[in-house]
């Protein structure tokens, strides 16, 4: 089963809207953190944002902001007054658990395209 | 601050030849991990390191790749020999441990290209 989902594979958005990712995720470890990543098309893997399973408010960072309800596990992605340079794949992923030995898991991502 | 430092950005080669990328962590992180990504889809991690030692390479495909963090900083992920569905971007990541709550950031990638 899939631990991260992320059901849009492609969004057109007008540039200076607001935006919002979906991501869903599946764990039964109450210790877990979410990141959201932006990949353009130079390949770079850009981290945009940290959700930790304890954190009580959601987390901001500029334009970006996640959107965290844990009952539903969902940890979705806005994104205000977007840019053309927004347009990129951005992916969803999560970390469980407090060992060592705990790796991160990615989405499948959703393709953004902001329209002028 | 340097990031993660990635060579080559890109190869190409022909099947069953062998192909060698080198990643350099940022300063300080102690682990390493290596991921591939085949074009459209989502990273997928191929080996987890902490320091020098391994701590998940369940997905690595171990006939024919082989990773190593001798020194627990510097780190080469090897392919030998090539097959077509290995063309991928490889990229490497680091973190300063592997806790939840610690961000891992990521090389630009190498980009490899099977013929």
């Known amino acids: 089963a899939q631990k991260i989902t992320q059901t849009q594979p492609g969004m057109f958005v007008q540039e200076k809207e607001a935006v919002t990712l979906d991501c869903t995720y599946d764990t039964s470890d109450p210790s877990y953190g979410l990141f959201w990543y932006k990949q353009p098309s130079s390949g770079e893997m850009i981290f945009l944002i940290y959700?930790?399973?304890?954190?009580?408010q959601n987390a901001t960072e500029g334009r970006y902001s996640l959107n965290f309800q844990k009952a539903r596990k969902s940890a979705n992605l806005v994104i205000s007054a977007s840019q053309l340079g927004d347009s990129a794949m951005y992916f969803c992923a999560m970390r469980e658990g407090s060992n060592r030995d705990d790796k991160i898991i990615f989405g499948k991502g959703t393709r953004l395209h902001i329209l002028p | 601050e340097a990031g993660v430092a990635q060579s080559p950005r890109y190869k190409i080669i022909e099947k069953r030849q062998s192909v060698a990328f080198w990643c350099n962590p940022i300063s300080g992180h102690a682990t390493l991990y290596w991921y591939q990504q085949i074009l459209g889809q989502g990273p997928k991690l191929l080996i987890q390191f902490q320091n020098n030692g391994v701590v998940d390479d369940s997905q690595l495909p171990k006939d024919r790749f082989s990773a190593e963090r001798l020194k627990g900083v510097d780190s080469t992920l090897k392919i030998q020999p090539a097959k077509l569905e290995d063309s991928a971007v490889y990229l490497c990541?680091?973190?300063?441990?592997?806790?939840?709550?610690?961000?891992?950031?990521f090389g630009e990638g190498s980009w490899l290209t099977v013929v």
């Open positions: 990541a680091s973190s300063l441990d592997s806790l939840s709550g610690n961000t891992i950031y």
């Open positions: 959700q930790g399973s304890y954190d009580q």
